[in-house]
């Protein structure tokens, strides 16, 4: 959509919250909390955007950017006033199962994990090319006043696409919580480094970012092994910097 | 914005103003004697000069997300060279110039880039530049491997950029010294970048923020502005570290901190983007904010209450307090 939102990892920090939250006051499966965190969160997407980003829109993208750092602040000193800032984890009803592959034992969330991945993807890739409104999110992303004169509901499609942005981002958040403790200040480097990541990959391109995911966390966690864990962040951008010198539309050529 | 409008703007310069804020500020550590106080005015200082160095590459259209990073190379460059018996004077001016070839460095990677990306990649700097200094001993024990093996005897300390470390005792220990060395690099800085918006500099770099394509078609060079940009900016942000680091007693790799990029950026749209007097507005708008709500001891919703201001501004004040002011003078001195 060309905007750009680096309060997107925050937004990810408050899914693994709703989620805690609800799991904790119900006790119900968090796999199954995590689609009602979901939709929150995707209101909540769509409320940053009718109130946030729309009223910025064509003003400059700088405007973005600061109101998404205004974001950051909010929500992670919200969540902190509202739940404190305590290490939490959302336990899921398979934490002790684990499937023996004879050299390594993988859990059965790490799985399930895995299975999410694959199955949003699918479904984002089967939404953008085959449904109708896929195709008019495309159109807006490539050229917003040509979609408009199609017919197409330009500003309802900014409010869908923020809202799918925020439910998967909820998603990532309620599956990262099930896998590692997390706090309110988890989300910020990821958030960060998700854009790191599509522009390693070439910014539009789906292939690109599943390339471009696959290959930072090789290289993070090499360089962690190898040289130490303060080297994490860093070097995705190392990476960032690397790939923009050479070759600036990234890996792949999206859209 | 044509050349006119720039023109007319910048003549109709907020003189009587400024030089009764200058006025107020040499005589508050006569009136005012408590050490806290001329403390949070220093720290107030510190910032504005921080923010003004960030105003100065917004103007030119590379709004940095990661300055904490020229701030840190300052301040750390500075302490090693003080702390090896050299005159604090050129500690200093050393400090800045290397954040400025540094910043000459990170400049040539941006030019290409814009908006987001450019955030990206300096937000990413400042990062690298923790995982430098936290991995430091590394580093330091190769170059001294590296001249051993020349022939040259090098022992550095590999510890001697870990953890926090600094005090180094500066010839000037009162408080009220401090005071007036922020007070004057503070106007120095505010008013050098005041000469380069009214400079040819000045209108290449708003040239080259409102139309690259137009600016260059016009005949300005926009790497090198951009570049020069970079490099002005970095100098100062370089400098008010490299004076931050005596008056804080310690520096350590916090000052390349998320918080310190982000500071500035509040200060300056607070107080109006692009503009000269916008960078001071905001920074003691908001620092005396910020202050006042430490001392009321809301750590954590002060950050809140920051975003909150920062999000309202983006939305409804995008120009910052500085129109405000213009027109309470416009009113006042007709």
Redesign the interface.
Known sequence: MKV?N?AHGEVMMLGAFATYVIWTSTGLNPYFVMFISMILIGCFGIIIERF?FR??MG?G???????S??????????V??LWSDDIKKIESPFCSNTLDLGILNITYDWLIAIGFTVLILICLHIFLTGTDTGRALRATSQNHEAAMLMGINVNRIYMLSFGIGAALAAAAGTVYGILSPFTPYMG?IPG?MA??VI?IGGLGSIPGAIVGGLLLGIVQNFTVFF??G??K??V???M??IV??IR?TGLFKGD | MSVKELLGRSTKSPFIIYSLMVLIGLILPVVITDDFIIRILILTFFFIMFSASWNLLAYSGQASLGHAAFLGIGGFVSTIIVKEGISPIIGVFSGALIAAFVGLLLGIICVRLREWFLGLVTFGFAIIMVALINESSVFISAINNIFNMIGISCSLDPDMLGGSFGIYSPNIVSPEHYYYLFLFTMIATVLSVHLIFRSKIGFAFAAIRENEAEASMMGVDITRYKLIAFMISTFMAGFAGALFAPFNYFINPDLFSIHYSFMPIIMTISGGIGTVGGPVIGGLVINLLWEQMGIMGMSISRLLILGIILILEVLFLPKGLMPLIKKIRDRCFG
Not at chain 1, 61 to 67: D, G, H, P, S, T
């Open positions: 750009v680096f946030g009223r910025v003003t993208k700088l405007n973005e950017i600061f109101l750092l205004g974001l950051i602040y909010v929500i992670q000193n919200g902190v006033i910020t960060i854009f790191t522009i040289y130490g303060a080297w962040e860093a995705a951008f190392i960032l910097i923009l010198i600036p």
